[in-house]
Protein backbone atom coordinates (compact mmCIF):
# COMPACT_ATOMS: atom_id res chain seq x y z
CA UNK A 1 0.00 0.00 0.00
CA UNK A 2 1.32 3.80 -1.07
CA UNK A 3 2.43 5.09 2.79
CA UNK A 4 1.14 8.56 1.16
CA UNK A 5 -2.57 7.07 0.65
CA UNK A 6 -5.22 8.35 3.28
CA UNK A 7 -9.00 7.87 3.57
CA UNK A 8 -10.89 10.47 5.75
CA UNK A 9 -14.99 8.96 6.76
CA UNK A 10 -16.82 11.62 7.79
CA UNK A 11 -19.40 10.09 10.34
CA UNK A 12 -20.88 13.31 11.77
CA UNK A 13 -24.28 13.45 10.02
CA UNK A 14 -28.04 13.14 11.82
CA UNK A 15 -29.42 11.16 8.98
CA UNK A 16 -33.26 12.55 10.16
CA UNK A 17 -35.15 11.62 6.61
CA UNK A 18 -34.44 7.57 7.79
CA UNK A 19 -36.00 8.89 10.98
CA UNK A 20 -37.48 7.15 13.44
CA UNK A 21 -34.77 4.45 12.35
CA UNK A 22 -32.17 7.35 12.77
CA UNK A 23 -32.27 9.20 15.86
CA UNK A 24 -30.01 12.16 17.01
CA UNK A 25 -27.95 9.62 19.65
CA UNK A 26 -27.78 7.05 17.08
CA UNK A 27 -28.03 8.17 13.41
CA UNK A 28 -28.14 6.38 9.92
CA UNK A 29 -23.89 5.40 9.61
CA UNK A 30 -23.95 3.65 13.45
CA UNK A 31 -27.39 1.44 11.85
CA UNK A 32 -27.40 -1.87 9.83
CA UNK A 33 -30.30 -0.02 7.89
CA UNK A 34 -30.10 -2.51 4.85
CA UNK A 35 -29.72 -5.62 7.21
CA UNK A 36 -26.63 -6.52 5.45
CA UNK A 37 -24.86 -7.53 9.09
CA UNK A 38 -22.86 -4.24 9.29
CA UNK A 39 -23.08 -1.01 10.15
CA UNK A 40 -22.98 1.39 7.19
CA UNK A 41 -20.10 3.14 9.00
CA UNK A 42 -18.24 -0.33 9.77
CA UNK A 43 -18.80 -1.17 5.59
CA UNK A 44 -17.20 1.94 4.81
CA UNK A 45 -14.04 0.95 6.99
CA UNK A 46 -13.75 -2.22 5.38
CA UNK A 47 -14.03 -1.64 1.94
CA UNK A 48 -11.04 1.30 2.67
CA UNK A 49 -8.96 -1.26 4.71
CA UNK A 50 -8.19 -3.16 1.21
CA UNK A 51 -6.49 0.04 -0.01
CA UNK A 52 -5.60 2.51 2.44
CA UNK A 53 -2.98 1.46 5.34
CA UNK A 54 -5.37 1.26 8.72
CA UNK A 55 -2.78 4.00 10.23
CA UNK A 56 -4.10 6.49 7.39
CA UNK A 57 -7.84 5.75 7.83
CA UNK A 58 -9.36 8.74 9.69
CA UNK A 59 -12.82 9.06 10.76
CA UNK A 60 -14.25 12.65 11.47
CA UNK A 61 -17.42 12.35 13.96
CA UNK A 62 -19.47 14.85 16.25
CA UNK A 63 -17.96 14.15 19.82
CA UNK A 64 -21.20 12.95 20.78
CA UNK A 65 -20.64 9.92 19.11
CA UNK A 66 -17.13 8.96 20.08
CA UNK A 67 -18.24 6.01 21.89
CA UNK A 68 -20.17 4.50 19.38
CA UNK A 69 -17.04 4.56 16.71
CA UNK A 70 -15.45 3.41 19.66
CA UNK A 71 -17.83 0.29 19.85
CA UNK A 72 -18.15 0.06 15.96
CA UNK A 73 -14.19 0.44 15.22
CA UNK A 74 -12.57 -0.70 17.82
CA UNK A 75 -9.50 -1.13 15.75
CA UNK A 76 -9.01 2.80 14.66
CA UNK A 77 -6.29 4.17 16.99
CA UNK A 78 -7.09 6.90 19.27
CA UNK A 79 -5.33 9.59 17.19
CA UNK A 80 -7.09 8.99 13.69
CA UNK A 81 -10.54 9.89 16.03
CA UNK A 82 -11.34 13.53 15.06
CA UNK A 83 -14.36 14.93 17.35
CA UNK A 84 -15.82 17.77 15.80
CA UNK A 85 -17.64 19.82 19.01
CA UNK A 86 -20.33 21.36 16.57
CA UNK A 87 -21.85 20.47 13.62
CA UNK A 88 -20.17 22.68 10.67
CA UNK A 89 -21.12 21.07 7.70
CA UNK A 90 -18.37 19.14 5.26
CA UNK A 91 -15.69 22.10 4.33
CA UNK A 92 -14.76 22.23 8.34
CA UNK A 93 -14.53 19.05 8.53
CA UNK A 94 -12.64 18.10 5.68
CA UNK A 95 -10.42 21.18 6.54
CA UNK A 96 -9.50 19.67 9.62
CA UNK A 97 -8.51 16.38 8.10
CA UNK A 98 -6.67 18.07 5.35
CA UNK A 99 -4.63 19.73 7.97
CA UNK A 100 -4.22 16.61 10.52
CA UNK A 101 -2.65 14.40 7.17
CA UNK A 102 -0.88 17.21 5.92
CA UNK A 103 0.87 17.92 9.36
CA UNK A 104 2.19 13.80 8.94
CA UNK A 105 2.53 13.59 5.43
CA UNK A 106 3.42 16.68 3.24
CA UNK A 107 2.70 14.67 0.54
CA UNK A 108 -0.66 13.09 1.59
CA UNK A 109 -2.99 12.39 -0.82
CA UNK A 110 -6.22 12.09 0.40
CA UNK A 111 -9.50 10.33 -0.35
CA UNK A 112 -13.11 11.40 1.08
CA UNK A 113 -15.99 9.54 1.82
CA UNK A 114 -19.61 9.59 3.27
CA UNK A 115 -20.50 7.21 5.57
CA UNK A 116 -23.70 6.55 4.37
CA UNK A 117 -23.32 4.96 0.93
CA UNK A 118 -24.34 1.94 -0.62
CA UNK A 119 -21.29 0.80 -3.12
CA UNK A 120 -21.96 -2.51 -5.44
CA UNK A 121 -18.44 -4.28 -7.05
CA UNK A 122 -15.41 -3.81 -4.28
CA UNK A 123 -13.20 -4.28 -7.04
CA UNK A 124 -14.44 -1.69 -9.48
CA UNK A 125 -14.06 0.52 -6.39
CA UNK A 126 -11.10 -0.48 -5.43
CA UNK A 127 -9.97 0.45 -8.91
CA UNK A 128 -11.47 3.48 -9.55
CA UNK A 129 -10.68 4.72 -6.15
CA UNK A 130 -6.71 3.73 -6.72
CA UNK A 131 -6.87 5.39 -10.41
CA UNK A 132 -8.05 8.82 -8.80
CA UNK A 133 -5.62 8.63 -5.72
CA UNK A 134 -2.69 7.97 -8.35
CA UNK A 135 -4.21 10.88 -10.85
CA UNK A 136 -4.47 13.67 -7.69
CA UNK A 137 -0.49 12.02 -6.94
CA UNK A 138 0.52 13.41 -10.00
CA UNK A 139 -1.81 16.22 -10.77
CA UNK A 140 -2.71 19.28 -8.09
CA UNK A 141 -6.37 18.89 -9.00
CA UNK A 142 -9.58 18.85 -7.14
CA UNK A 143 -10.86 15.44 -7.82
CA UNK A 144 -14.70 14.32 -8.07
CA UNK A 145 -16.29 11.19 -8.29
CA UNK A 146 -19.50 10.59 -10.37
CA UNK A 147 -21.49 8.04 -11.22
CA UNK A 148 -23.48 7.15 -14.01
CA UNK A 149 -27.08 8.07 -13.09
CA UNK A 150 -29.83 5.93 -14.04
CA UNK A 151 -33.14 7.65 -13.66
CA UNK A 152 -33.84 11.66 -13.98
CA UNK A 153 -33.16 11.69 -9.71
CA UNK A 154 -33.90 14.80 -7.70
CA UNK A 155 -32.74 14.04 -4.86
CA UNK A 156 -29.05 14.16 -5.77
CA UNK A 157 -26.56 16.43 -6.78
CA UNK A 158 -25.03 16.39 -10.29
CA UNK A 159 -21.50 17.32 -12.12
CA UNK A 160 -21.44 18.41 -15.90
CA UNK A 161 -18.23 17.32 -17.64
CA UNK A 162 -16.70 18.99 -19.71
CA UNK A 163 -13.23 18.23 -21.91
CA UNK A 164 -11.92 14.81 -21.37
CA UNK A 165 -8.47 14.80 -19.87
CA UNK A 166 -7.03 11.08 -18.87
CA UNK A 167 -8.75 7.89 -18.52
CA UNK A 168 -12.26 8.62 -17.32
CA UNK A 169 -11.53 11.61 -16.18
CA UNK A 170 -13.16 14.93 -17.39
CA UNK A 171 -13.12 19.08 -16.11
CA UNK A 172 -15.89 19.78 -14.50
CA UNK A 173 -18.08 22.86 -15.79
CA UNK A 174 -20.56 23.11 -13.07
CA UNK A 175 -22.01 21.88 -10.31
CA UNK A 176 -26.17 21.56 -9.57
CA UNK A 177 -27.49 20.38 -5.84
CA UNK A 178 -30.59 18.27 -6.08
CA UNK A 179 -32.56 20.13 -9.22
CA UNK A 180 -36.26 20.61 -10.06
CA UNK A 181 -37.61 17.55 -11.79
CA UNK A 182 -37.77 18.96 -15.40
CA UNK A 183 -34.05 19.97 -15.10
CA UNK A 184 -33.06 16.42 -13.51
CA UNK A 185 -34.89 14.96 -16.72
CA UNK A 186 -32.65 17.22 -19.10
CA UNK A 187 -29.13 16.31 -17.21
CA UNK A 188 -30.17 12.53 -17.64
CA UNK A 189 -31.21 12.58 -21.45
CA UNK A 190 -28.23 14.83 -22.21
CA UNK A 191 -25.83 12.37 -21.26
CA UNK A 192 -23.02 15.23 -19.86
CA UNK A 193 -24.45 14.78 -16.66
CA UNK A 194 -23.21 12.81 -12.88
CA UNK A 195 -24.33 12.20 -10.47
CA UNK A 196 -22.31 13.86 -7.28
CA UNK A 197 -21.54 10.73 -5.10
CA UNK A 198 -20.24 12.69 -2.52
CA UNK A 199 -16.26 10.99 -2.94
CA UNK A 200 -13.50 13.27 -3.26
CA UNK A 201 -9.38 13.01 -4.02
CA UNK A 202 -7.39 15.31 -3.88
CA UNK A 203 -3.78 16.09 -2.40
CA UNK A 204 -4.19 17.49 1.03
CA UNK A 205 -1.48 20.43 0.29
CA UNK A 206 -3.76 21.23 -2.83
CA UNK A 207 -6.83 21.12 -1.22
CA UNK A 208 -5.82 23.76 1.67
CA UNK A 209 -4.47 25.99 -1.04
CA UNK A 210 -7.57 25.80 -2.42
CA UNK A 211 -9.37 26.97 0.65
CA UNK A 212 -7.01 29.73 1.34
CA UNK A 213 -7.12 30.90 -1.93
CA UNK A 214 -10.88 30.44 -3.04
CA UNK A 215 -12.49 31.23 0.68
CA UNK A 216 -11.51 34.17 2.55
CA UNK A 217 -13.98 33.28 5.65
CA UNK A 218 -11.42 29.91 5.85
CA UNK A 219 -7.85 32.04 6.16
CA UNK A 220 -7.86 33.13 9.21
CA UNK A 221 -9.31 29.47 10.51
CA UNK A 222 -6.25 27.81 8.40
CA UNK A 223 -3.40 30.40 10.04
CA UNK A 224 -4.59 30.06 13.37
CA UNK A 225 -4.90 25.87 13.70
CA UNK A 226 -1.53 25.73 11.69
CA UNK A 227 -0.13 27.49 13.90
CA UNK A 228 -1.30 25.44 16.80
CA UNK A 229 -0.43 22.42 15.26
CA UNK A 230 3.15 23.70 14.46
CA UNK A 231 3.82 24.98 18.06
CA UNK A 232 1.81 22.12 20.48
CA UNK A 233 -0.66 20.25 18.27
CA UNK A 234 -4.18 21.24 19.41
CA UNK A 235 -6.34 21.30 22.42
CA UNK A 236 -10.00 20.49 22.42
CA UNK A 237 -10.08 24.03 23.72
CA UNK A 238 -8.72 25.70 20.44
CA UNK A 239 -11.12 22.97 18.66
CA UNK A 240 -13.77 24.52 19.84
CA UNK A 241 -12.93 28.31 19.72
CA UNK A 242 -12.04 27.68 16.05
CA UNK A 243 -15.11 25.58 14.92
CA UNK A 244 -17.20 28.16 16.33
CA UNK A 245 -15.70 30.98 14.32
CA UNK A 246 -16.13 28.97 10.75
CA UNK A 247 -19.37 29.60 8.79
CA UNK A 248 -21.02 26.54 7.86
CA UNK A 249 -20.89 25.51 3.85
CA UNK A 250 -20.60 21.92 1.78
CA UNK A 251 -17.42 21.58 -0.13
CA UNK A 252 -19.32 22.00 -3.24
CA UNK A 253 -20.33 26.01 -2.51
CA UNK A 254 -17.63 26.38 -0.01
CA UNK A 255 -14.69 25.41 -2.75
CA UNK A 256 -15.57 23.40 -5.47
CA UNK A 257 -17.41 25.90 -7.16
CA UNK A 258 -14.81 28.33 -6.50
CA UNK A 259 -11.86 26.33 -7.62
CA UNK A 260 -11.01 26.18 -11.50
CA UNK A 261 -8.89 23.10 -11.28
CA UNK A 262 -11.85 20.38 -10.63
CA UNK A 263 -11.90 17.63 -12.44
CA UNK A 264 -14.65 14.36 -12.29
CA UNK A 265 -13.68 10.59 -11.74
CA UNK A 266 -16.60 8.59 -13.81
CA UNK A 267 -16.92 6.19 -11.41
CA UNK A 268 -17.41 1.92 -12.61
CA UNK A 269 -19.01 1.03 -9.11
CA UNK A 270 -22.55 0.95 -8.36
CA UNK A 271 -23.19 3.55 -6.11
CA UNK A 272 -26.50 4.44 -3.85
CA UNK A 273 -26.90 7.50 -1.24
CA UNK A 274 -29.14 5.74 1.36
CA UNK A 275 -30.27 9.00 2.65
CA UNK A 276 -33.99 8.53 2.42
CA UNK A 277 -36.05 5.60 2.86
CA UNK A 278 -36.90 5.51 -0.81
CA UNK A 279 -33.68 5.08 -1.42
CA UNK A 280 -33.46 2.07 1.16
CA UNK A 281 -36.28 0.19 -0.93
CA UNK A 282 -34.45 0.51 -4.07
CA UNK A 283 -31.68 -0.61 -2.66
CA UNK A 284 -33.11 -3.94 -0.69
CA UNK A 285 -34.21 -7.06 -2.24
CA UNK A 286 -38.34 -6.72 -3.08
CA UNK A 287 -41.16 -9.06 -3.28
CA UNK A 288 -43.24 -9.88 -6.45
CA UNK A 289 -45.10 -6.86 -5.58
CA UNK A 290 -42.33 -4.69 -4.84
CA UNK A 291 -42.75 -4.61 -0.92
CA UNK A 292 -39.46 -4.40 1.40
CA UNK A 293 -39.68 -6.23 4.84
CA UNK A 294 -36.67 -5.59 6.70
CA UNK A 295 -35.85 -8.28 9.24
CA UNK A 296 -39.46 -8.13 10.31
CA UNK A 297 -42.34 -10.50 10.77
CA UNK A 298 -45.75 -8.80 8.40
CA UNK A 299 -48.42 -9.81 6.53
CA UNK A 300 -49.11 -7.68 3.54
CA UNK A 301 -52.36 -7.50 1.07
CA UNK A 302 -52.76 -5.80 -1.52
CA UNK A 303 -49.74 -3.72 -0.76
CA UNK A 304 -47.32 -2.27 -3.20
CA UNK A 305 -43.40 -0.95 -3.37
CA UNK A 306 -43.77 -0.27 0.39
CA UNK A 307 -41.10 -0.95 3.01
CA UNK A 308 -41.97 -2.06 6.19
CA UNK A 309 -39.27 -2.34 9.24
CA UNK A 310 -40.34 -3.21 12.67
CA UNK A 311 -38.81 -4.09 16.13
CA UNK A 312 -38.47 -7.92 17.35
CA UNK A 313 -41.25 -9.18 18.72
CA UNK A 314 -43.45 -7.12 16.08
CA UNK A 315 -45.90 -7.95 13.71
CA UNK A 316 -47.47 -5.18 10.75
CA UNK A 317 -50.74 -6.56 9.22
CA UNK A 318 -51.17 -3.85 6.33
CA UNK A 319 -54.03 -3.62 3.64
CA UNK A 320 -54.45 -1.56 0.42
CA UNK A 321 -51.16 0.91 0.72
CA UNK A 322 -48.73 1.81 -2.07
CA UNK A 323 -45.48 3.23 -1.78
CA UNK A 324 -45.34 3.64 1.96
CA UNK A 325 -42.82 3.44 4.69
CA UNK A 326 -44.43 1.22 7.79
CA UNK A 327 -41.52 1.97 10.36
CA UNK A 328 -41.15 1.26 13.97
CA UNK A 329 -37.91 2.27 16.28
CA UNK A 330 -38.41 1.93 20.04
CA UNK A 331 -40.83 4.92 20.86
CA UNK A 332 -41.93 5.64 17.55
CA UNK A 333 -43.92 4.46 14.49
CA UNK A 334 -44.12 6.37 10.89
CA UNK A 335 -46.75 5.62 8.81
CA UNK A 336 -46.32 7.85 5.50
CA UNK A 337 -45.66 7.84 1.72
CA UNK A 338 -41.73 7.04 1.45
CA UNK A 339 -40.84 9.30 -0.89
CA UNK A 340 -42.15 12.55 0.94
CA UNK A 341 -38.95 13.55 1.99
CA UNK A 342 -40.38 17.18 3.25
CA UNK A 343 -43.09 15.50 5.34
CA UNK A 344 -40.32 13.52 7.12
CA UNK A 345 -38.49 16.15 8.06
CA UNK A 346 -41.89 18.16 9.03
CA UNK A 347 -43.03 15.02 11.46
CA UNK A 348 -39.10 15.37 12.99
CA UNK A 349 -39.82 19.21 14.35
CA UNK A 350 -43.38 18.79 14.91
CA UNK A 351 -42.62 15.51 17.17
CA UNK A 352 -39.49 17.60 18.80
CA UNK A 353 -41.93 20.58 19.89
CA UNK A 354 -44.85 18.55 20.72
CA UNK A 355 -43.13 15.55 22.73
CA UNK A 356 -39.71 16.36 23.42
CA UNK A 357 -36.07 15.42 22.46
CA UNK A 358 -36.16 11.90 23.70
CA UNK A 359 -38.65 11.27 20.28
CA UNK A 360 -36.34 12.00 17.74
Given amino acids: ?38 TMLQATYRRFLRIIDKDNIIVVANSNFKDLVREQLPELAEHNLLLE ?39 KFQHDILHGLEYASDNARLLTLGAKPTHPETEFGYIQMADQVD ?20 FYESGEFLWNTGLFVWGASTFLHAIHDKNEEFVTFIREIVKHYQSHGITDGEVVDIYSKVPNMNLEQGVLEKSDNVDVLQCHFGWADIGNWDAVHDQSQQDES ?59 NDAQLEFGEEFV
Wanted: net charge negative; proline share 4%.
Fill in 1 to 38: MNKNFYCVILAGGIGMRLWPASREKKPKQFLDIMNTGE
Fill in 167 to 186: EDIYNVRSFTEKPEQNFADM
Fill in 85 to 123: PMRRNTVTSVTWAALETYRRDKDAVMVVSPADQMINDDD
Fill in 290 to 348: GNVVIDSKSLLYDCKDCVVKLPSGHIAVLQGLEDYMVVEDGNVLVICKKDDQKSIRKFV
